[in-house]
């Protein structure tokens, strides 16, 4: 009994802060943008380019019909310029700066702060440029500019609902892409190899896959840092080292890794798949996959190179690793991403580009990969 009360006590000490935690965890995945929040990402320039072009075709067309009647439609357009630019980038450079303190508040705020920093930065421009402002013309601009607002903000969110699987869909594709039969099965029969000769390998290769399923049943849409995925990748290529053997070569370059960048759970991993299955796999003689990241200005750079492969590959579907981190990286970055591939002198190299943005979370609640444990 006297020893149940300490136990109990710090239990019940240790619950808020669990639960605290949590809260913490689940404000830091909404603010990062993994449950859509309402402002659209305005620092990102396919959002600038999109905009920029539908309020400027837009003026053109209202330049065109006051044309029809007050005649000039090049002045008009020029007229409507002098107004919709300076508020149209203002609003975006202002939304672009309070969306990181506005997500993750009630959506009424969010709603809030989308319509009226716009409603006021076009409400100020117009005060400025008209020679004789009038509480008339202030209510037309400001009732406007918060129409085309919410205009501009149920579009991009409808665009990214388009883009976006549904939840049943996006977990049948984790299951059908992530947790591959063949992978687990090579696994396991490497494992049972290393029972009797190597018990204390075998056992250490258990824990990895462990590991690696957890991550694979992970919901993908969640930020991790850089060096959590990078240790998930490790892990992968330790247990495909244990099946491959010598022909598997790996070298990692991440003397200049940001390790606190965020990206989407399992972005590398396949990318690494697809660079053992297809460079290394249907060859006789070894081969080396290199890994170099990197960080130059404000964007992470990975760059993997591996043999090129010069016959079928040994599981076609797999190529269908390529494409579909295209399309999570279109879906979160937009434009500011970048996966490019080249085939020169017997390599295949993959570049890939994304912006760097900053974790925000513990550092010490991060999973490393130890390969001596």
């Not at 999109?50 to 837009?58: D, K, P, T």
């Amino acid at each position: 009994m006297n020893e149940t009360k300490p136990e109990s006590a710090t239990r019940a000490r240790s619950t808020p802060r669990v639960a605290e935690h949590e809260l913490l965890a689940r404000a830091r995945r909404t603010s990062d943008g993994a449950s859509s929040p309402v402002l659209p990402d305005c620092c990102n320039w396919g959002t600038i380019v999109r905009l920029a072009l539908a309020f400027n075709v837009g003026a053109v067309l209202v330049a065109l019909a006051m044309g029809a009647v007050l005649g000039d439609p090049v002045t008009r357009f020029f007229e409507l310029a002098v107004l919709t630019e300076p508020a149209l980038f203002g609003s975006l450079a202002t939304l672009c700066v309070a969306r990181r303190w506005v997500n993750g508040q009630r959506r009424a705020v969010q709603w809030a702060a989308g319509l009226s920093l716009p409603t006021l930065i076009a409400t100020l421009v117009h005060l400025g440029s008209a020679n004789e402002p009038g509480f008339a013309g202030a209510a037309i601009v400001a009732s406007c500019a918060a129409t085309l607002a919410w205009i501009a903000i149920e579009f991009l969110r409808l665009r990214a609902l388009s883009l976006s699987p549904s939840l049943a869909e996006a977990r049948l594709q984790a299951l059908q892409a992530r947790i591959r039969p063949h992978f687990l099965f090579n696994s396991l029969n490497t494992v049972l190899g290393l029972m009797r000769a190597d018990p204390r390998r075998a056992e250490r290769t258990l824990e990895d896959l462990a590991d690696l399923f957890r991550v694979f049943m992970r919901d993908t849409r969640e930020l991790i840092p850089l060096d959590e995925e990078v240790a998930t990748c490790r892990q992968y290529l330790a247990i495909e080292q244990l099946r491959i053997g010598d022909r598997l070569r790996v070298s990692w370059h991440l003397d200049e890794m940001p390790g606190d960048a965020l990206l989407p759970s399992l972005l590398l991993q396949p990318l690494l798949e697809n660079a053992v299955h297809h460079g290394v796999e249907p060859r006789l003689e070894p081969g080396e996959v290199r890994i170099e990241i990197t960080r130059p200005g404000e964007r992470v750079r990975v760059e993997v190179v591996n043999p090129a492969s010069d016959g079928p590959a040994s599981r076609p579907g797999n190529q269908m690793a390529l494409s579909n981190v295209k399309e999570r990286l279109a879906l979160l970055y937009d434009m500011e991403a970048e996966l490019k591939t080249t085939v020169e002198q017997g390599l295949f190299r993959l570049l890939l580009e994304f912006p760097y943005r900053k974790e925000r979370r513990r550092r010490d609640v991060r999973r490393h990969f130890n390969p001596d444990r």
